[in-house]
């Protein structure tokens, strides 16, 4: 049984005659005639009776026809459902970042606009670091994740770079550097600085200390932080300096003065990782998506 036989009985369950239904269906009546048979065989029942004028639905022929239309309404869906999912438009897109990338105003605009044309796509967040987000996605736990990328992309991934924000030092507001408009970073040598652990985002880590080894001075690592958006709060703890990209200022947390960096700086890179073997029309959607936010940033 096929498509074709219910698309068959209905013709001529609607004109109650052979011939018309045939015309109908721009077919021969013959043909159309052995297809009702070999429907009503494959069935085990008569759907039809013969009558001078034509032919009339019997008991089991209503039945069939109050569900057939069913049929192709359900059929109707189906296709649509695999149409939508074909665009990308129906699924489940597993996104991951870290704390501090959500500072950035691309990524929060990303998954806005995002949510607003893929509706129906289920966004499942999750906040980790940059070395768990790689092993994630590495391991197809997430579809697409934006991270702190170091300057060589990890292997089997691909990486958009989104446009690299200026870092900024972050000291106490009773701090003596505190009052200044900007400060080199070679002022901080011999100041105990608050760092996140390397361990959590090599590349953003080496980038700071490389930049204070360039200013001519090898920092001083009071305290390690468990995460970059706890570094504030230490500083305003006076526990020491640090250096932190700007967007991170915007927290304005109480007690913290944060200062721009003149001469040698650091930056904070940031980039969407997706993997290279991932075909999924849904992630493909998302990368393009997050490309058209960065050109019109």
Do not use: W
Not at 53 to 73: I, Y
Not at 165 to 188: F, I, T
């Amino acid at each position: 049984m096929d498509l074709r036989h219910f698309r068959y009985f209905l013709a001529v369950a609607e004109e109650l005659n052979f011939r018309r239904a045939a015309e109908r269906l721009n077919m021969a009546q013959p043909p159309l005639s052995s297809q009702i048979h070999d429907l009503e065989r494959e069935i085990g029942v008569s759907l039809f009776r013969r009558v001078p004028k034509g032919a009339e639905l019997t008991e089991a022929g209503v039945a069939f026809l109050a569900e057939v239309p069913a049929v192709f309404e359900q059929v109707e869906r189906a296709v649509g459902m695999a149409q939508r999912g074909g665009r990308g438009e129906v699924g489940r897109l597993r996104v991951g970042y870290t704390g501090s990338t959500t500072f950035n105003e691309i990524v929060p605009e990303s998954l806005r606009k995002f949510r607003r044309a893929f509706p129906d796509v289920e966004l499942a967040l999750d906040e980790l670091n940059s070395v768990v987000l790689i092993d994630r996605l590495l391991h197809q736990r997430l579809d697409a994740a934006f991270i702190r990328p170091g300057k060589e992309p990890p292997a089997n991934v691909n990486v958009l770079p989104l446009p690299s924000e200026s870092m900024m030092v972050a000291v106490s507001s009773e701090h003596r550097l505190a009052g200044r408009y900007a400060v080199e970073l070679s002022e901080l040598e011999g100041e105990p600085m608050v760092l996140f652990s390397r361990a959590l985002g090599s590349a953003f880590y080496d980038e700071i200390i490389q930049s204070c080894r360039e200013a001519g001075f090898e920092p001083r690592i009071e305290q390690v932080a468990p995460q970059i958006l706890s570094i504030a709060n230490l500083v305003a703890a006076e526990i020491g300096v640090s250096i932190v990209p700007e967007r991170v200022a915007a927290a304005a947390v109480a007690g913290v003065s944060y200062l721009p960096i003149k001469g040698i700086a650091p930056v904070a890179r940031i980039a969407l990782a997706t993997r290279i073997d991932d075909r999924s029309v849904i992630t493909k959607n998302f990368r393009t998506l997050v490309q058209q936010t960065v050109r019109r940033a």
